[in-house]
């Protein structure tokens, strides 16, 4: 199925990617030549005059919820999480601006001597000028993912669709690693997404989503040009939306 008339043109997005991509072939960690790959797909998108925000995740370094399953208190152990999605946004500006990119991280926790605190009408304003956001700190409260954070900021700033980063080139039936007979789609409803139970993002990111009228594409992007297919018109990944998509 050819979604490309589901997707309008896109000038402002958001791109939300996974610490444990970072990582590379690693289980911990930065990957240095991951994160250039990453880095150079942005600045080809920047290139065409895109606004671009981005939210990372902290996986690659701590995950909180998993460490709370354990034994360590929730709270503690999220806000760990969401110091982990720092460091990573850090790690992210210093290649992007290796690369000649003008950024900004921007997070919910107050450190103010690596980011600056996230403020909507400032986040705004940067990428008006031309600057690439990176939102560090998940939502500032506990009990949140950054994937809900993603959707979250997403509305905010006035993207027009999340761009999911994954490792894998779309939404499957099942997990295509462990049956090789798992259906690739590449367009799915948010109830598709709901009723079929399909892991795409966290129930609440997805509701926020779908109220917001908010598509979201998931695609591979170790792919070779991945994220800059999606601009043109290009069905990569798989769509979600529902109904009419805002412009």
Do not use: W
């Not at 998931?218 to 998509?245: M, Q, R, Y």
Request: charged share 25%; with cysteine; hydrophobic share 40%.
């Amino acid at each position: 199925m050819d979604y490309s008339n589901k997707l309008p043109l896109l000038e402002k997005v958001l791109i939300k990617i996974s610490g444990e991509y970072l990582a590379g072939s690693k289980e911990f960690g930065i990957s240095p030549s991951t994160l250039s790959e990453i880095a150079d797909n942005i600045s080809k998108v920047h290139s065409k005059g895109v606004e671009i925000s981005i939210v990372v995740g902290g996986g690659n370094f701590f995950r909180g919820e998993a460490i709370a399953s354990k034994g360590m208190d929730r709270v503690t152990a999220d806000y760990m999480g969401m110091m982990a999605t720092v460091m990573n946004s850090v790690a992210l500006q210093s290649e992007l601006e290796k690369k000649g990119l003008d950024s900004r991280v921007m997070s919910a926790l107050t450190i103010r001597k690596v980011a600056e605190p996230y403020i909507r009408r400032r986040a705004i304003r940067h990428l008006e000028k031309g600057r690439i956001i990176i939102l560090a700190g998940g939502t500032g409260n506990p009990y949140f993912t950054t994937d809900t954070t993603a959707a979250l900021r997403s509305v905010e700033v006035g993207a027009q669709a999340v761009l999911k980063a994954t490792k894998v080139d779309g939404v499957y039936s099942e997990d295509p690693h462990k049956n090789s007979n798992a259906k690739r789609y590449t367009y799915l409803t948010f109830k598709d997404v709901i009723n079929k139970e399909l892991k795409v993002m966290d129930l609440t990111a997805i509701t926020l989503c779908k109220e917001n009228n908010l598509p979201i594409v998931v695609f591979d992007i170790s792919k070779k040009d991945a994220l800059f297919n999606i601009f043109n018109s290009k069905n990569e990944g798989t769509l979600i939306s529902e109904g009419d998509i805002r412009c």
